[in-house]
């Protein structure tokens, strides 16, 4: 099972109002493991960097000037993504943003029901209670989320650790599906003990076994039903 983790920085809230994204980070989880397989680019938002979005991510416009324009870098996207499903933390802001994106250059755009949003797992999981990727990080104990900048691909990395721990821990299934139940059931049928392929070796000594014969044949006798099968 293939899933992509995905995050992105922008130079604000809205792409309808004019803004752009500036960084696209992800990587790659197969069967919920990382593969170390990421995408990473910077992007030229053709536009100036508003300050209050300068000082989340750090991104401005000399460091962006000579980066690819979205229009570069949006097929080689969406075919880093294929058809996985996508896992963000408040997915509605990136979808929003990487459509609109996609839409401007002519490229098929991301049905919103590819993206697996874990701001809402989090919340349903611990209401009540703060659901931001920082909080998580706290509350699951994830290090090098206290950074004094967020950045597209660091983000993906921390928010792959709390979605792991979100499903149940780093191995949600701990390998049970394939490796600790018979073939029956690992194939969705019922379950049948096995025999073991070697009988485990008696414990008794032999004085014991006869002291053990001894005592049932005085004491039970013919009433020793066992003896007779």
Request: charged letters at 25%; glycine letters at 8%; a negative charge.
């Amino acid at each position: 099972m293939r899933e992509i983790v995905l995050d992105t920085e922008t130079t604000g809230f809205d792409p309808f109002t004019g803004d752009r994204i500036v960084e696209i980070g992800a990587l790659e989880l197969e069967g919920h493991v990382p593969t170390g397989v990421q995408f990473h680019e910077y992007i030229n938002p053709e536009r100036g960097m508003p300050d209050e979005a300068f000082q989340v991510h750090g991104l401005g416009d000399d460091f962006l000037r000579d980066k690819p324009k979205f229009a570069q870098v949006g097929q080689k996207f969406l075919d880093f993504i294929q058809d996985s499903t996508l896992i963000i933390h408040n997915a509605a802001f990136d979808m929003k943003f990487l459509n609109a994106e996609l839409k401007w250059i002519g490229l098929p755009e991301i049905p919103m029901n590819r993206a697996l949003d874990t701001l809402p797992m989090a919340r349903k999981k611990f209401p009540g209670s703060p659901a931001s990727l920082d909080a998580l990080c706290r509350r699951f104990g994830i290090t090098n989320f206290e950074r004094d900048l967020h950045g597209a691909l660091l983000d993906s990395e921390i928010l792959a650790e709390v979605y792991l721990e979100l499903i149940g821990g780093r191995q949600p299934d701990f390998g049970l599906a394939t490796s600790s139940f018979s073939k029956g059931e690992a194939d969705g049928g019922e379950w049948k003990p096995q025999p073991r392929p070697n009988p485990l070796s008696s414990r008794l000594s032999q004085a014991e076994a006869e002291t053990h014969k001894a005592y049932v044949a005085k004491e039970l006798g013919d009433a020793a039903l066992w003896l007779k099968s």
